[in-house]
């Protein structure tokens, strides 16, 4: 199993869209690395949800249920999406600023390439960030 950081401005769409869906395409990503990212999910692998913007931390866990497929929304065929479902909904959320103040942290692609909205995260990572 994999995990993975993936992330979204919530006035878009939010993890509590997410909720409520109880599924969802995640398209429209248009960088080669994150694409790349998207290729190598698996079905099962876990992903943290982010919300970008004026929030800045993660506020929930989803599932990959599908894995790649050509992005419907693309025309060129470049792109790839692949499908989520939510897990759960963090009781608190994790914020960029306490990430960046814990030295576990300091190797995470959040921090080191904060443009990037599909990023892969260590089992460690991962672990450490829920036990916060």
């Given at each position: 199993?994999?995990?993975?950081?993936?992330?979204?401005?919530?006035?878009?769409?939010?993890?509590?869209?997410?909720?409520?869906?109880?599924?969802?395409?995640?398209?429209?990503?248009?960088?080669?690395?994150?694409?790349?990212?998207?290729?190598?999910?698996?079905?099962?692998?876990?992903?943290?949800?982010?919300?970008?913007?004026?929030?800045?931390?993660?506020?929930?866990?989803?599932?990959?249920?599908?894995?790649?497929?050509?992005?419907?929304?693309?025309?060129?065929?470049?792109?790839?999406?692949?499908?989520?479902?939510?897990?759960?909904?963090?009781?608190?959320?994790?914020?960029?600023?306490?990430?960046?103040?814990?030295?576990?942290?300091?190797?995470?692609?959040?921090?080191?390439?904060?443009?990037?909205?599909?990023?892969?995260?260590?089992?460690?990572?991962?672990?450490?960030?829920?036990?916060i």
């Open positions: 199993m994999n995990y993975w950081l993936v992330k979204t401005e919530p006035e878009e769409y939010s993890f509590d869209d997410l909720l409520r869906d109880g599924k969802v395409i995640w398209d429209g990503v248009r960088n080669y690395q994150a694409r790349n990212n998207l290729k190598l999910m698996k079905k099962g692998d876990q992903v943290l949800v982010y919300h970008s913007g004026k929030t800045k931390d993660i506020v929930g866990i989803a599932e990959v249920i599908k894995e790649y497929y050509p992005d419907p929304t693309d025309k060129t065929g470049m792109w790839v999406v692949v499908e989520l479902k939510p897990k759960e909904k963090l009781k608190n959320t994790i914020t960029l600023t306490l990430i960046k103040n814990i030295k576990e942290l300091n190797d995470l692609p959040l921090l080191k390439q904060s443009r990037l909205s599909v990023m892969p995260v260590s089992k460690k990572e991962f672990d450490f960030m829920l036990d």
